[in-house]
């Protein structure tokens, strides 16, 4: 069979899909709300089957919101402009001019130079240095360019193995890190902002999921460490000296940190200087371009920015203004309402469940867009702590460890050849649940405190 008409098969699927949720819809929902989950699983459909690019289908709300009445191009088209965007690609800026200096070599060297020479010491190292570059870089391309470097390190499969999934889930642990670690952080900030709820600071983001990452990064060092850790690993040195190029960048980086922290409040003592996040990392991205920088190159750099995911961001913001305007969010939380009747623990418990094994079979990008303007009305209605519950589905939907498809850093780990289905199943639900057990510990003892 061609590759056309497998497509062929993927979009008919997806279209019919499309039509049978909107066809059930319709029983519970009006017309317009049948439409919009109709659409929605149209584009889950296609994001999950690849039956067409994923920058297409993110387009394709421009195209689908009108054309069924849910919402107006103008509204829509708005959605792709989000000053959100735009803090992503001044981050993704800074990750191009990185990888272009092979300075996340000298990086991931100096993390790993930390820690013994031992399979369990390199498993931590890998995972911590795949989680932090991932803080600031793309989970995506944080994978990619340390999994390759990772499966030299031994000819033992079983190693590899477990080298791949150290970067892998690293990556995903360490996304939650800062706010531009990975979709899911941005899309609650973006709607946190439209709801008109008080915005979490750069570095009080920081602060709060801190707790988590250190945990998580320790249970993965010992799962993933059990039964090889006393196995010896030789490994070659990179240049202790940085390349000039190196250093600009270093200087940047230091200079982005610290206007960071100069700008974020810390009530009641410092209001901060009130610039955009957004202004500032787009900035930092820009001069890359300007001397005495001259770091990147636009007319070659450019088709490494990913333009697919900035489309992404803005289906998702779309996706959840159509929640809100359609009266769905608000349809679905009162039918959600029940659940406030349950104790608070065993509510934020369901939604830490829902949303982390949701995200194995969907993208967690689309998820957190249906899920968060959701929350948050039945958090208005019930007057629970909105910013808790979105939080606590924010971190969840970046922590699934189980399936390929569940994020990009798995499925490259996947591609690597070295990690197996089964085997990734077994250590992702695992996992999967000590990391659900974290969040709502953390979020019951640390963060309802903060938020």
Not at 126 to 134: D, N, Q, R, T, V
Not at 210 to 235: D, T
Not at 293 to 300: A, P, R, S, T, V
Not at 383 to 412: G, H, K, R
Request: hydrophobic share 55%.
């Amino acid at each position: 069979m061609n590759v056309g008409k497998v497509q062929a098969k993927k979009i008919l699927f997806a279209l019919l899909l499309g039509v049978v949720g909107f066809a059930v819809a319709t029983i519970f929902f009006t017309t317009t709300q049948a439409a919009l989950l109709g659409s929605i699983t149209l584009l889950v459909a296609l994001w999950t089957n690849e039956g067409l690019p994923l920058g297409v289908v993110s387009l394709l709300p421009i195209i689908i919101f009108p054309s069924f009445g849910i919402l107006n191009t103008k509204i829509v088209a708005a959605n792709y402009s989000h000053p959100i965007i735009y803090l992503f690609l001044g981050g993704f800026l800074i990750a191009i001019a990185v990888e272009k200096s092979g300075l996340h070599v000298w990086l991931s060297d100096r993390v790993l130079a930390l820690f013994p020479s031992t399979a369990r010491g390199i498993i931590t190292s890998l995972a911590i240095a795949s989680g932090l570059l991932s803080s600031v870089l793309s989970n995506t391309t944080t994978t990619l360019l340390l999994i390759s470097i990772a499966l030299f390190l031994t000819k033992e499969p079983k190693l590899k193995l477990r080298f791949a999934l150290a970067i892998a889930y690293g990556a995903s642990i360490g996304g939650i890190m800062t706010p531009i670690g990975t979709p899911p952080n941005l899309i609650l900030l973006g709607i946190m902002e439209e709801k008109g709820m008080e915005a979490i600071p750069f570095f009080q983001w920081m602060w709060m999921v801190a707790p988590v990452a250190i945990i998580m990064f320790g249970v993965l060092s010992v799962v993933l460490g059990y039964g090889v850790k006393n196995i010896k690993i030789e490994r070659e040195k990179t240049k202790e000296k940085l390349t000039k190029d190196q250093s600009k960048i270093m200087y940047l980086i230091y200079g982005l940190i610290s206007l960071l922290l100069i700008n974020a409040p810390i009530k009641p003592y410092w209001s901060g200087l009130g610039l955009s996040e957004s202004g500032i990392l787009l900035s930092a991205g820009l001069l890359l371009f300007f001397p005495p920088f001259n770091i990147l190159n636009w007319d070659k750099d450019s088709a490494k920015v990913p333009f697919k995911i900035m489309f992404l961001f803005g289906a998702g913001f779309s996706i959840a203004k159509a929640f809100t305007m359609t009266g769905l969010a608000d349809e679905i939380a009162s039918e959600l309402i029940t659940l406030s009747t349950m104790p608070f623990i065993l509510l934020l418990i369901s939604v830490a469940i829902m949303v982390t094994f949701m995200t194995e079979i969907t993208s967690n990008t689309a998820l957190i867009s249906i899920m968060l303007p959701i929350l948050y009305s039945v958090a208005a209605q019930t007057e629970l702590n909105a910013t808790l519950f979105m939080m606590v589905a924010t971190v969840c939907a970046s922590y699934a460890f189980m399936l390929p498809i569940a994020t990009a850093p798995n499925a490259i780990a996947m591609s690597s050849g070295v990690v197996d289905i089964k085997t990734m199943a077994k250590y992702g639900f695992l996992l999967n649940i000590i990391g659900i057990t974290v969040i709502i510990f953390v979020a019951l003892f640390f963060w309802k405190g903060i938020v």
